[in-house]
């Protein structure tokens, strides 16, 4: 049965995709995207576009924010309501066995959505005090999940008067806080070995990078990569780094405020893929998984690479 159908939670309203809308070409990265390549925009008029969440079958599902709606792509472009009343859901991730893992930003906890359309609290509090604003996460490999909960904003584009939490779920359910320091704990993913753990900061300049322990614990926090081209912020200079993928082969493509950085597996930055309009996040998907999906603020976009996503993992 259609996915959709077990969900009963579809809208009749379909968003048909824009009419061949591209950008102008950009410069080639090496072994990442041709020079000229272009970047398609599938769809616009959204609020608050996040959390691009491929699947298996070439389909994307993708979250809105502002409107409180979990989309799905299909694989002829073909945009429907998959979930309504999301509680600001930002960050998604589909595992392998159907659950779509969400960060509720607005409901202050991270759950999964089973197949048939059960939902799980995963989190909710630490220490008996509830969570921030969940905004983006990454499973591992040993049942765990990583999430970034940054404290809330005072008004619109102003930095939070405190840092953001960073937090490792157990398999157990046991939770735990791995950092506290970080002004806006944003983007987050692990390495292809699941050794390190990336963390960028959307009111800082950098990606830091920690040592990932047997239990899931961390260590040895360190600044990975300086981001290019900050612009100013209510506190100094900031990248406005967002969403985070991987690659197949470990080169991790940052979200800025001045398009899709791409640093290599030892910190080098790379090059920035141009996007006309503020990406928010990124993951590979379509064909080969050669496809990068982009989300920004009212548009969902498309760029071909040559790059691809990483193999048993959304991103």
Not at 121 to 148: C, M, Q, W
Not at 173 to 199: F, H, M
Request: contains cysteine; proline residues 7%.
């Amino acid at each position: 049965m259609n996915q959709l159908l077990l969900f009963g939670l579809v809208s009749q309203l379909v968003l048909l995709p824009a009419e061949a809308q591209t950008m102008q070409p950009r410069e080639g990265i090496r072994g990442v995207i041709k020079a000229g390549t272009t970047a398609q925009v599938i769809k616009d008029g959204f609020h608050f576009l996040e959390g691009p969440a491929p699947t298996p079958e070439g389909e994307l599902y993708f979250s809105d924010i502002n409107e409180n709606n979990i989309y799905k792509l299909d694989r002829g472009d073909h945009i429907t309501i998959w979930r309504s009343g999301t509680r600001g859901t930002n960050g998604l991730y589909l595992l392998q066995d159907g659950r779509l893992l969400c960060a509720e930003a607005n409901g202050q906890r991270v759950i999964s959505i089973a197949p048939t359309g059960a939902v799980a609290v995963l989190a909710s509090e630490y220490k008996h005090r509830k969570l921030r604003a969940p905004n983006d996460l990454i499973p591992d490999d040993k049942g765990g999940l990583y999430f970034t909960d940054p404290a809330p904003r005072p008004a619109p584009d102003v930095a939070p008067d405190l840092p953001g939490n960073v937090y490792y779920l157990r398999s157990n359910g046991e939770l735990l806080l791995i950092d506290e320091q970080i002004a806006r704990p944003n983007g987050i993913s692990l390495s292809l070995d699941n050794k390190n753990l990336y963390v960028d900061d959307t009111e800082g300049q950098y990606v830091y990078a920690f040592d990932v322990q047997s239990d899931g614990s961390v260590r040895n926090k360190r600044q990975f990569v300086k981001l290019k081209d900050p612009s100013p912020g209510s506190r100094g200079l900031r990248s406005r780094a967002d969403g985070m993928a991987l690659d197949s082969e470990g080169r991790l493509c940052v979200a800025t405020g001045s398009g899709v950085q791409v640093i290599d597996s030892r910190g080098k930055h790379l090059g920035t893929i141009k996007v006309p309009t503020m990406v928010r996040n990124v993951a590979f998907g379509g064909p080969g998984r050669h496809t990068m999906y982009m989300t920004a603020a009212t548009e969902l976009y498309r760029i071909t690479l040559v790059s691809k996503g990483p193999p048993g993992r959304m991103k």
